[in-house]
């Protein structure tokens, strides 16, 4: 049983791990490609966005490189 715990316990740690990495990137650079609104904005605006971004990284991944239809 802690085996599992453990194995569980490391997956959550690598998606948290991704997210923070991929929330700074996103906040910072990535953000303004899909609301360019977002570029002007104030760092509080951004901290505020930081655990939602991070919870949720896989949507704001697939959505910041999914090719534009033309």
């Not at 194995?7 to 997210?19: H, R, S, T």
């Not at 996103?26 to 977002?38: H, R, T, V, Y």
């Not at 505020?48 to 490189?65: D, E, I, Q, R, S």
């Amino acid at each position: 049983m802690e085996t599992v715990i453990s194995i569980v316990l490391g997956i959550l740690g690598a998606y948290f791990a991704a997210g923070i990495l991929f929330a700074l990137y996103f906040l910072l650079i990535g953000a303004k490609k899909i609301d360019p609104q977002l570029g002007g904005s104030k760092k509080s605006v951004r901290i505020l966005l930081f655990p939602g971004v991070m919870a949720t990284w896989p949507f704001f991944f697939v959505k910041l490189f999914r090719p534009k239809a033309q």
